[in-house]
């Protein structure tokens, strides 16, 4: 297959995204040379920073839409969805590599990052978490690969690869689910830390329930940049579909947080002035609220316009809470032990270099690969 003419290897927004990687790149450096303490604003009491709650926990949350969209598709055969699902798997690959490459410097030790692979630690929820993401990036990595096999000309391999793409579905949805969730359970062994505003024994299912919100939002989001910019052509009826299903699950999301708050926690707690309390109030009007209100008005679901703001809140949202669990849930504990934490220029512009690596793959594949002959 020839590359796609219609879209320009180089544009304006292309360079700038590169400028941004050579920076990165050079901000990575300086870190496996120099080590974390001399890169980041990380300390005893903030151990995990930016990277890990942005690039990491954000970025996974990002890719939720690859299993939702590929169990739609090949599983309950919703075939309105199939312009999407390459894309939607892409995405989640590009989420998952983004996420390793972040923790990779994000670590101690970034050249033990395989060490989990064969020292299993069974007792361990990181280990757990480890090996989720091993998986799953091969599973997602093997749903790829028929983009790839066509643009080849790989007929036998493509071919082989569809025989098995159902069963490669499946375990993928259960990798995604256990994964999004184990994530969460991460910051179960930390109750005396963490606020509880966020502090609960059902965090699994809020990361799991808050993540399927940000897969749908990001697919949608995603979707409707790359038919403006990359002539992906896309009936609008699947944006109206996705924006169904996410107030759906907001609502749930909304119920899950509201129990917390009045069973775990406490209502006076989210107003009482502190930084967790207006971080929490943050969170919930920006990412839950304001989304379900908006996407309650049958005039907002069915406006593209309206929809692709409201999708960057979602996304918005997510981020926050994901930020607000690794950070902001644990200010008046760490606070009070002498500890603070803000990220580094250099922090944040290493997360902008590696977010700008998979846009502009993404990009690269929308080129130079059947990516939207769905």
Same mark, same amino acid.
């Given at each position: 297959m020839e590359s796609n003419p219609n879209i320009k290897t180089w544009t304006p927004a292309t360079i700038v995204m590169v400028a941004l990687i050579i920076a990165g790149s050079v901000v990575a450096? +300086?870190?496996?040379?120099?080590?974390? *303490?001399?890169?980041? $604003?990380? $300390?005893?009491? +903030?151990?995990? *920073?930016?990277?890990?709650?942005?690039?990491?926990?954000?970025?996974?949350?990002?890719?939720?839409?690859?299993?939702? !969209?590929?169990?739609?598709?090949?599983?309950?055969?919703?075939?309105? +969805?199939?312009? !999407?699902?390459?894309?939607?798997?892409?995405?989640?690959?590009?989420? +998952?590599? =983004?996420?390793?490459?972040?923790?990779?410097?994000? !670590?101690? &030790?970034?050249?033990?990052?395989?060490?989990?692979?064969?020292?299993?630690?069974?007792h361990s929820v990181m280990w757990v978490v480890a090996m989720h993401v091993i998986f799953y990036t091969t599973t997602l990595g093997l749903e790829f690969s028929p983009m790839l096999f066509e643009r080849l000309g790989w007929e036998k391999a493509r071919r082989a690869v569809g025989k098995i793409m159902v069963g490669a579905v499946i375990f993928g949805v259960m990798l995604s689910t256990l994964h999004q969730s184990?994530? *969460?359970?991460?910051?179960?062994?930390?109750? @005396?830390?963490?606020s509880?505003?966020?502090?609960?024994?059902?965090?699994?299912?809020?990361?799991?329930? @808050?993540?399927?919100? =940000?897969?749908?939002?990001?697919? @949608?989001?995603?979707?409707?940049?790359?038919?403006?910019?990359? &002539?992906?052509?896309?009936?609008?009826?699947?944006?109206? *579909?996705?924006?169904?299903?996410?107030?759906?699950?907001? @609502?749930?999301?909304?119920?899950?947080k509201l129990y917390q708050l009045f069973t775990v926690a406490s209502p006076a707690m989210a107003v009482d002035g502190s930084v967790e309390g207006n971080m929490y109030l943050l969170e919930m009007v920006l990412g839950v609220i304001l989304p379900i209100v908006l996407l309650s008005m049958k005039q907002v679901r069915a406006n593209v316009n309206m929809l692709f703001a409201v999708n960057m809140v979602v996304i918005a949202g997510v981020l926050l809470n994901r930020m607000n669990v690794c950070l902001f849930s644990m200010e008046q504990y760490n606070s009070w032990r002498g500890f603070t934490y803000a990220p580094s220029w250099m922090e944040f512009l290493l997360s902008l270099g590696v977010i700008s690596v998979g846009v502009f793959l993404y990009k690269m594949s929308a080129k130079h690969l059947p990516l939207f002959s769905h």
């Open positions: 450096l +300086y870190r496996m040379i120099n080590g974390l *303490g001399a890169a980041t $604003n990380l $300390n005893d009491g +903030y151990p995990w *920073g930016f990277w890990l709650g942005l690039d990491v926990l954000g970025g996974i949350a990002m890719a939720a839409g690859g299993f939702i !969209i590929a169990c739609a598709v090949y599983l309950f055969n919703w075939k309105k +969805y199939r312009p !999407i699902v390459r894309p939607a798997i892409l995405t989640a690959l590009l989420g +998952y590599l =983004m996420a390793v490459v972040a923790l990779f410097f994000d !670590i101690g &030790h970034p050249f033990r990052l395989w060490h989990p692979g064969i020292m299993w630690q069974y184990s994530l *969460g359970a991460v910051f179960l062994i930390a109750p @005396s830390k963490m509880p505003l966020w502090w609960d024994t059902k965090l699994p299912f809020h990361f799991l329930v @808050s993540a399927v919100a =940000m897969g749908l939002a990001m697919v @949608s989001f995603e979707t409707m940049l790359s038919k403006k910019f990359l &002539h992906h052509e896309v009936d609008d009826e699947i944006f109206f *579909g996705l924006a169904r299903g996410l107030l759906i699950v907001l @609502s749930f999301y909304l119920l899950l």
